[in-house]
C-alpha cells in the first residue's frame, strides 16, 4: 500500500482559486491523497457561508474533509488544525491561490522515500509562470541562508514527514507572518535537514494583497522575529564573525523600504541610520530585490 499524503488548505476571504486548489490536488498523478480545507473566516460570516457552499460540489468526495473555524484565528492556527486532522504519512500545505502541478506529490514521496536522511524536501517554484526559486535549491540546514534570505522556501512547495513536523508542534500561532520561517528554523534546530526536486512543481498566486501588513507592522514583525531566534543567531554569530549584523541588517532592509512605500520618510531615515552600518551590502539587497522584482 502506497503511503498517504495529507494536504491542508487553509483558506481565508475567498480570494477566489479555492476549486482550482483543490482540483490541482485531485489531478495528481499519485492518488492516496486527503484534502483537509481549513476554513478561517469564522462560523456564519459572508465568507465563510460562501465558502461552505463552494464545498457543496465535494461532499460526496472521501479525500475531502472541511473544516471551518468558529473564529477566525490566522494562517498558522489554521495550519495546525488541519495537522491534527491530517492521516497522512507526508504532510503537504497549499495555500487557496496557489496550484500544484499534476507530478508534485509523487515526485516528493519518491524523494523522501529514496532519501529517508531528509525529512522535508521542497521544490521549486513558479509565478506567473516564470520561475520565482533558484535554478538549483540548496539542500541540508539551511538555517544561515534562510536567516539571510537566500532561500525559496515557500509553503507550499514543502512536503514533510509526518513525525517531524509533529515532532516540532506545528506552526507557532502567534506569528501572523513570517510563519514558515520560524516553522522552518525550529525544524532545523531539532536536527533535522531538507532535501530537493529541482523542478518547477507549485505555481503561486499572486492574490495575496490582503495579507500584506502596513510598515509599522512590519517592524514589529521583524522584532518579533529576529527577538526569538536572538540566542540562536549568536550562537552562529560566534562562529561565523559578522553573521548577526548581516541577519538584522538585511531584514531591516525590508523594513526600510516599507516605510519608504508608505512614504514615512523619517521612519526610514531612522531605520537607514541605525541598521545600514550594520552591513551595507545585506542592508540593500531587499531594495535591489524589490526593484528586480517590478521590472
Do not use: W
Not at 540546514?141 to 509553503?155: A, D, F, I, R, V
Not at 526610514?268 to 541605525?274: G, Y
Amino acid at each position: 500500500m502506497s503511503p498517504l499524503v495529507s494536504v491542508i488548505i487553509p483558506t481565508y476571504k475567498n480570494r477566489g482559486g479555492l476549486v482550482s486548489s483543490i482540483e490541482s490536488v485531485l489531478t495528481q498523478t499519485l492518488s492516496d491523497v486527503e484534502i483537509i480545507v481549513v476554513d478561517d473566516n469564522g462560523l456564519g460570516s459572508t465568507e465563510q457561508l460562501s465558502t461552505a457552499s463552494i464545498m457543496q460540489k465535494y461532499v460526496s468526495n472521501p479525500k475531502i474533509v472541511y473544516i471551518p473555524h468558529e473564529i477566525n484565528k490566522n494562517g498558522a492556527a489554521a495550519r495546525n488544525t488541519g495537522i491534527k486532522a491530517a492521516n497522512g504519512d507526508y504532510i503537504a500545505f497549499l495555500d487557496d491561490d496557489d496550484c500544484f502541478l499534476p507530478e508534485k506529490l509523487e515526485r516528493q514521496v519518491a524523494f523522501l522515500h529514496d532519501n529517508p536522511r531528509y525529512s522535508c524536501v521542497y521544490c521549486q517554484a513558479t509565478r506567473g509562470g516564470k520561475l520565482c526559486s533558484a535554478k538549483t535549491l540548496a539542500t541540508g540546514n539551511l538555517s544561515k541562508e534562510l536567516l539571510l534570505g537566500q532561500t525559496c522556501l515557500y509553503t507550499p512547495t514543502l512536503m514533510f514527514t509526518r513525525q517531524s513536523i509533529m515532532s516540532i508542534n506545528g506552526f507557532d500561532e502567534n506569528f501572523r507572518r513570517h510563519q514558515d520561517y520560524e516553522l522552518m528554523l525550529r525544524f532545523f534546530r531539532k536536527g533535522y535537514i531538507i532535501g530537493a526536486v529541482n523542478l518547477p512543481l507549485t505555481e503561486i498566486g499572486c492574490n495575496q494583497g490582503e495579507n500584506i501588513p502596513d510598515c509599522y507592522k512590519i517592524e514589529q514583525l521583524k522584532e518579533q522575529f529576529l527577538g526569538k531566534f536572538e540566542p540562536f543567531i549568536s550562537d552562529i554569530d560566534n562562529d561565523v564573525k559578522g553573521f548577526k549584523k548581516k541577519v538584522y541588517a538585511h531584514h531591516y532592509g525590508a523594513v526600510f523600504i516599507s516605510y519608504l512605500k508608505y512614504r514615512h520618510f523619517k521612519d526610514a531615515f531612522r531605520i537607514l541610520r541605525k541598521h545600514f552600518k550594520e552591513s551595507p551590502r545585506y542592508f540593500i539587497m531587499p531594495l535591489l530585490r524589490s526593484i528586480k522584482n517590478h521590472i
